[in-house]
């Protein structure tokens, strides 16, 4: 079966060859090009995606904004950013919004293939260069002085949240420990839940910046 892809971008090239490579894939199927998010919430709706690909500068509605209308009404609906520039503010504005992972759209076909199935699966991919700011800057964050937040975590959620920072998939944190995809699923609903994140990457920069793990 293979999974549906959306993408809103306001370049019109792009948008045909990124649909047109996703409907050469045996995997996927694109369901849907936009060239703005300004009527987002009927298109994904109308598109029913399991994946949206999002740029972030386009006229009206910009893919920040609709990263946060995409967590409002359809919760944990996977976001990949692509965009051009590769900035911290506007690499950290993605995340803090709730965006899945983040790909330069100079990312090659292969890569960029490789990383809609690790979001769907449950990742945060993002362009090297990218994981190697956001790493840093949480590696920068001051520790609160303060006494730790009790998140009432248990030892597999932990685990688990630990092998997420790593870059572990749901499929490979169900083979190291040992349990079926679905229960994998259920542990990070819940590790979503305690720690008040809609998103591997929000729950990835929480549990560093607050050293969870």
Known sequence: ???????????????????????????????????NANNLVTDIADSKPDLVLMDIDMPGTNGIEATKLIRRHFGALPVLIQT?????????????????????????PVKFLESLKEALEGGAPMTGSIATKVLRYFASEPVAKVAKKDYHLTEREKQILGLLTQGYSYKLIAAECNISYNTVNNHISNIYDKLYVNSVAEAIGLAIRERLV
């Open 84 to 108: 051009n520039f590769e900035d911290d503010e506007r690499v950290f504005d993605s995340l803090r919004a709730g965006a899945n992972g983040y790909l330069l759209k100079q990312t090659s």
């Open 1 to 35: 079966m293979t999974s549906r892809i959306i993408i809103f971008d306001d370049n019109q090239e792009r948008l045909s060859s990124v649909a047109m490579l996703l409907n050469l894939s045996p995997e996927f199927t694109c369901t849907g090009t936009f060239i």
